[in-house]
């Protein structure tokens, strides 16, 4: 299983940017998949989870700012972040397993390579 995440970058504050999870020898309809964000010196964290029935959940950090889309012939997870803010900088990870979704990191089995998302004021 490989996760190749993309679409980090540098914008202002209010700005916005669509981060992309590409799943490769992964069976995506069946497993959760999500985004965790690092920030230097802190925890990992969960941001949004999509879940194997569709169903969807955000951090109340980021709900009402992000949102998770999928496009499934080409098992892909997008993650549209509008009013970014600086406390949104961070390295985020797109992460997936076969078993529940979980909120914590120690839960999932396979892990994308991080891409940098840094929000200047």
């Known amino acids: 299983v490989q996760l190749v995440g993309s679409g980090g970058g540098s914008v202002q504050s209010g700005g916005s940017l669509r981060l992309s999870c590409a799943a490769s020898?992964?069976?995506?309809?069946?497993?959760?998949m999500g985004w965790f964000r690092q920030a230097p010196g802190k925890a990992r964290e969960v941001v949004a989870l999509l879940d194997s029935d569709g169903s969807t959940s955000y951090a109340k950090s980021v709900k009402g700012r992000f949102t998770l889309s999928q496009d499934n012939a080409k098992n892909t997870l997008f993650l549209q972040m509008n009013s970014l803010k600086p406390e949104d900088t961070a390295m985020y990870y797109c992460a997936a397993t076969y078993r529940y979704c979980s909120g914590s990191p120690g839960g999932y089995n396979y892990w994308g390579q991080g891409t940098q998302v840094t929000v200047s004021s």
């Open positions: 020898g992964y069976t995506y309809s069946t497993y959760c």
